[in-house]
């Protein structure tokens, strides 16, 4: 075998030529003592036939190039420099990994399409949609009757188990699939929300009350008293924070992995019954009844941003995970329904009015479309349409419409990577199919819905040490771990006896920054002292601007006086400021021509009975 890879050695591309030994001692005998000595040959020839034939793979190569905007010349901390530079390095390479791994993502997103111009999308029924579907996908098309209503849902983060909580107290939750229930409790309270922790092990319910605590089993495993009167409820995966809101007006995080009361708001709004989270940025987004709409972070007491976004109760909020969370969605009790930018807050991006009464719910998808269920009906838009700017109040094009009878209807979610709506009324839920609107490739390092118990229990693990703190979460993610930008005006200066130094602008003394802009008055004394040994005719001088600059701005409240005192009526109080101002004119001049010709006039010491003469 050794000499048939040997053999293939003599297999060569044409512009190379083949050295013999022959070559190499001639070519080695004719160099003398003090040539670069040779590179050790080895002797293993199947070494040097593979190695002439083959690369380093591309995902161990080491070619990817730092940005200008990422270099961190400016730094002098060697070992900052090098550490970061290596970041930034690694941060170049993951993107160009990303890129070479969008071709293995085989699946698209589909969609509903029409023949001709005048067909619409929107005509088309649940039950024509049902017949064109796979087996599988139309498995999703189902009505949940139950007579706990109103019912609100909730999805896991990979779209596999489903949990559903009635007014009435009718808890269940299981697997939507196979139809495998989990558990199913009887309340017998009030219960206004759900929401799943980490995985389908535990959830969290909003009763009457308290918050509680549940297993998979439904055994009550805890009861957060700390969280009174709850009407929503939100969990932040990567901090393992439970985020909850109610009557009171106070929003408070939980960190469930230790068990303790992170902080809490007062949001000073009053009763909450909107809230939403930011996958982004993981920051809470809450809807008053007041009209505005806040931000908050768990490190900062007020809200990040406070925006004025309906005329009446804010209803419903939502953020749209396909766009990075740029655009917020929300919906009032007036009947609007607006989209915001999150990066400039300058205005809505477009809002129109929902037919009919009720209160709006929304909802956006994985893939940007945005479920309006409003007056016994759904409507569903699709993005590009949403996002684009529109002067004109009118509602952007349809893209699918369902009737439900039921009323209320009180929630709406989407599936994670289904094209799957549910939407929970009086009568139970219903769950209707909108083609396109999930995500068909999934990470399943993120979340995976075909994860088995033990992938389960290796993510809850890797998830729980690299958990993020709670103190990390803000409005730009972007900016942690990163430096502030070099200032752009510094300048090398001396003071103090220290050595020459690169200081910024803001951080320079008051007289070397009027130095910096050329502002600095070079009569003003900045000498310190310096000038013991100079003429006594420069002494003086010196002295006389100094004196002069004392009495800059001297006068001018009467000045002042005097302007808003214009008028025709003769008044003795301004004709007595004139007189004083005139003899203090007059004063100066004296003392000034004296101190010319060299004549010290005897100052009378003051008295304090000079107050009682009267003034000439």
């Known amino acids: 075998m050794d000499a048939l890879i040997a053999r293939a050695d003599s297999i060569q591309p044409l512009s190379k030529r083949r050295k013999t030994s022959h070559t190499t001692s001639k070519a080695a005998s004719s160099k003398g003592p003090s040539s670069k000595p040779q590179k050790p040959t080895t002797s293993d020839k199947t070494f040097s036939s593979v190695a002439k034939h083959t690369s380093i793979?591309?995902?161990?190569?080491?070619?990817?190039?730092?940005?200008?905007?990422?270099?961190?010349?400016?730094?002098?901390?060697?070992?900052?420099?090098?550490?970061?530079?290596?970041?930034?390095?690694?941060?170049?390479?993951?993107?160009?990994?990303?890129?070479?791994?969008?071709?293995?993502?085989?699946?698209?997103?589909?969609?509903?399409?029409?023949?001709?111009?005048?067909?619409?999308?929107?005509?088309?029924?649940?039950?024509?949609?049902?017949?064109?579907?796979?087996?599988?996908?139309?498995?999703?098309?189902?009505?949940?009757?139950?007579?706990?209503?109103?019912?609100?849902?909730?999805?896991?983060?990979?779209?596999?188990?489903?949990?559903?909580?009635?007014?009435?107290?009718?808890?269940?939750?299981?697997?939507?699939?196979?139809?495998?229930?989990?558990?199913?409790?009887?309340?017998?309270?009030?219960?206004?929300?759900?929401?799943?922790?980490?995985?389908?092990?535990?959830?969290?319910?909003?009763?009457?009350?308290?918050?509680?605590?549940?297993?998979?089993?439904?055994?009550?495993?805890?009861?957060?008293?700390?969280?009174?009167?709850?009407?929503?409820?939100?969990?932040?995966?990567?901090?393992?924070?439970?985020?909850?809101?109610?009557?009171?007006?106070?929003?408070?995080?939980?960190?469930?992995?230790?068990?303790?009361?992170?902080?809490?708001?007062?949001?000073?709004?009053?009763?909450?019954?909107?809230?939403?989270?930011?996958?982004?940025?993981?920051?809470?987004?809450?809807?008053?009844?007041?009209?505005?709409?806040?931000?908050?972070?768990?490190?900062?007491?007020?809200?990040?941003?406070?925006?004025?976004?309906h005329l009446g109760p804010v209803v419903s909020v939502t953020i749209d995970p396909s766009q990075g969370g740029r655009y917020m969605a929300t919906a009032g009790r007036d009947g609007t329904v607006k989209v915001w930018d999150c990066r400039n807050w300058k205005g809505a991006v477009r809002d129109w009015t929902v037919r009919g009464g009720g209160d709006p719910e929304l909802e956006w998808s994985q893939r940007g479309y945005l479920a309006v269920v409003s007056s016994g009906a759904i409507n569903v838009y699709r993005p590009p349409s949403i996002h684009t700017p529109f002067n004109i109040r009118t509602p952007p094009p349809l893209y699918m419409t369902h009737p439900i009878p039921h009323r209320p209807l009180t929630s709406v979610r989407f599936a994670p990577f289904q094209d799957i709506l549910t939407v929970g009324h009086s009568s139970g839920l219903s769950s209707v199919l909108v083609p396109g609107s999930g995500e068909p490739n999934f990470d399943s390092r993120e979340a995976d819905p075909f994860e088995n118990r033990k992938a389960r229990r290796e993510r809850e693990v890797k998830t729980l040490l690299d958990k993020i703190q709670p103190d990390l979460i803000t409005i730009d993610p972007e900016m942690v771990g990163n430096l502030a930008p070099p200032s752009k005006l510094t300048t090398v200066t001396t003071f103090d006896g220290k050595p020459p130094a690169d200081i910024p602008y803001a951080r320079l003394p008051r007289m070397e920054r009027l130095k910096v802009s050329g502002k600095l008055d070079e009569t003003e004394d900045n000498s310190g002292g310096e000038d013991e040994g100079a003429d006594p005719e420069a002494k003086a001088k010196a002295k006389e601007e100094r004196e002069k600059r004392k009495m800059r701005g001297k006068g001018k409240s009467l000045n002042r006086y005097l302007r808003k005192q214009r008028k025709n009526v003769i008044d003795p109080s301004v004709i007595a400021i004139r007189k004083k101002i005139e003899r203090q004119k007059e004063e100066k001049k004296r003392e000034a021509e004296m101190s010319s010709a060299g004549i010290t006039e005897q100052k009378k010491k003051p008295s304090a009975l000079d107050r009682f003469k009267r003034e000439k």
Not at 146 to 156: F, I, K, Q, V, W
Not at 239 to 266: C, F, I, P
């Open 57 to 309: 793979p591309k995902s161990l190569q080491d070619k990817h190039e730092i940005p200008e905007d990422a270099r961190y010349k400016h730094i002098t901390n060697k070992k900052l420099r090098t550490q970061l530079n290596q970041q930034s390095a690694q941060g170049a390479r993951a993107k160009a990994f990303l890129q070479d791994a969008e071709m293995l993502l085989m699946d698209e997103a589909g969609g509903m399409e029409v023949e001709g111009e005048l067909d619409r999308t929107w005509r088309i029924g649940q039950s024509e949609i049902v017949k064109v579907s796979g087996q599988e996908a139309a498995k999703g098309r189902k009505e949940y009757k139950l007579d706990g209503g109103p019912y609100r849902s909730r999805y896991t983060r990979n779209g596999r188990h489903l949990a559903i909580v009635g007014n009435k107290g009718h808890v269940a939750t299981f697997d939507w699939q196979t139809g495998t229930m989990h558990s199913e409790l009887q309340l017998q309270e009030t219960c206004r929300d759900i929401t799943f922790l980490q995985d389908h092990s535990y959830f969290a319910v909003a009763q009457k009350k308290y918050v509680f605590i549940y297993d998979r089993d439904g055994v009550e495993l805890h009861c957060l008293k700390a969280h009174i009167e709850p009407t929503r409820l939100e969990f932040l995966p990567y901090h393992w924070l439970l985020a909850t809101v109610g009557n009171a007006g106070y929003l408070k995080y939980q960190d469930t992995s230790t068990g303790q009361l992170l902080v809490e708001h007062r949001t000073k709004f009053g009763s909450c019954s909107a809230m939403t989270q930011n996958l982004h940025n993981a920051v809470i987004h809450l809807g008053h009844q007041n009209g505005c709409v806040t931000l908050w972070t768990p490190n900062l007491p007020h809200p990040a941003v406070q925006l004025l976004a």
